[in-house]
């Protein structure tokens, strides 16, 4: 998509390239919608990330869901402009992320914690 990834291509544009609409599009659908996110990511290009869950360092309700959802890392990270995570925070959603693996690559047990996590979190 134009060499950008989505996650960095926010606040939106309705008439900007492929990524900026999808990203408008994205926030649209989702600002009404939900109450809380769990953003997904792998390493990028031949980085292999350790899972981990990351936080807004001072949400006390993100550090409580990143301790339910069980990663073997929690961080809390501040917000990156133009990110999902901070056009959410922007909107009142709050956001954890977990990262794990490598771009490209499946990795069985990095995949299953982030499976296994979801669940956690919904009850």
Not at 62 to 79: C, H, Q, R, W
Request: glycine content about 8%; charged content about 25%.
């Amino acid at each position: 998509m134009h060499g950008k990834g989505v996650n960095r291509s926010f606040p939106r544009s309705k008439k900007g390239s492929l990524t900026s609409r999808m990203a408008y599009y994205l926030m649209k659908e989702f600002l009404n919608n939900v109450d809380l996110a769990i953003d997904f990511h792998t390493g990028g290009s031949q980085r292999n990330n350790f899972p981990k869950i990351r936080y807004k360092p001072e949400d006390a309700r993100g550090f409580e869901l990143a301790k339910i959802f069980n990663t073997p890392l929690i961080f809390n990270s501040k917000l990156i402009p133009k990110s999902f995570k901070n056009q959410c925070y922007k909107n009142n959603i709050l956001v954890i992320v977990y990262e794990g693996g490598e771009s490209l690559r499946l990795e069985e047990n990095v995949t299953q914690l982030g499976i296994n996590g979801k669940p956690r979190i919904l009850k």
